[in-house]
């Protein structure tokens, strides 16, 4: 924890239009990783565009590994089917929270920056930094990897610690 950056929020809101792994729907959950943290969301049985609406903080200590998303049908008698992944890119967020350090001038909704979808990221449409309620915010809708069909949305939180290596 000597090397502790910040803490990432990450708001797991809702799948879209995930695979079929069981006989007519499936039963996903996401997994966040990075480095040897492992966060988990709860089950949402029998459904394609699930709503979890859950938030899992990650300590980040090194901003060069990266922050994977995984989903995964939840089987009872053997082992989970995979339902895709994903990258989170969270070096934009970043630099609008280096950039806007001095936040106090800027009207509640100011959208700071906006990332488009790229073949370097998994997003599928275009992600706004936001300036609200004193927070600044990143909204992504992530494109799954390695399956035919899904999207995951999330909401990014970077929050700054008092005598931390600040990024």
Same mark, same amino acid.
């Given at each position: 924890?000597?090397?502790?950056?910040?803490? &990432? %929020?990450?708001?797991?809101? #809702?799948? +879209?239009?995930? @695979? !079929?792994?069981?006989?007519?729907?499936?039963?996903?959950?996401?997994? &966040? %990783?990075?480095?040897?943290? #492992?966060? +988990?969301?709860? @089950? !949402?049985?029998?459904?394609?565009?699930?709503?979890?609406?859950?938030? &899992?903080?990650?300590?980040?200590?090194?901003?060069?590994?990266? @922050?994977?998303?995984?989903?995964?049908?939840?089987?009872?008698?053997?082992?989970?089917?995979?339902?895709?992944?994903?990258?989170?890119?969270?070096?934009?967020?970043?630099?609008?929270?280096?950039?806007?350090?001095?936040?106090?001038?800027?009207?509640?909704?100011?959208?700071?920056?906006?990332?488009?979808?790229?073949?370097?990221?998994?997003?599928?449409?275009?992600?706004?930094?936001?300036?609200?309620?004193?927070?600044?915010?990143?909204?992504?809708?992530?494109?799954?990897?390695?399956?035919?069909?899904?999207?995951?949305?999330?909401?990014?939180?970077?929050?700054?610690?008092?005598?931390?290596?600040?990024?």
């Amino acid at each position: 924890m000597d090397n502790l950056l910040g803490l &990432l %929020r990450i708001r797991i809101i #809702r799948g +879209k239009n995930l @695979v !079929i792994r069981d006989f007519r729907s499936s039963d996903p959950y996401c997994i &966040l %990783r990075l480095g040897d943290q #492992r966060l +988990k969301t709860r @089950v !949402i049985y029998r459904s394609l565009n699930p709503v979890w609406d859950e938030e &899992l903080t990650l300590s980040v200590e090194n901003l060069d590994l990266p @922050v994977e998303l995984m989903v995964y049908d939840h089987d009872t008698f053997s082992r989970d089917d995979e339902m895709g992944d994903a990258d989170i890119d969270i070096h934009p967020l970043l630099e609008a929270q280096k950039m806007h350090q001095d936040s106090s001038t800027i009207p509640n909704g100011t959208i700071l920056k906006r990332v488009e979808p790229s073949e370097e990221n998994c997003l599928s449409e275009e992600s706004c930094i936001t300036w609200r309620a004193g927070t600044i915010s990143q909204n992504m809708h992530l494109r799954l990897r390695n399956v035919e069909s899904g999207v995951i949305e999330l909401e990014l939180h970077w929050i700054d610690l008092a005598g931390a290596n600040n990024p």
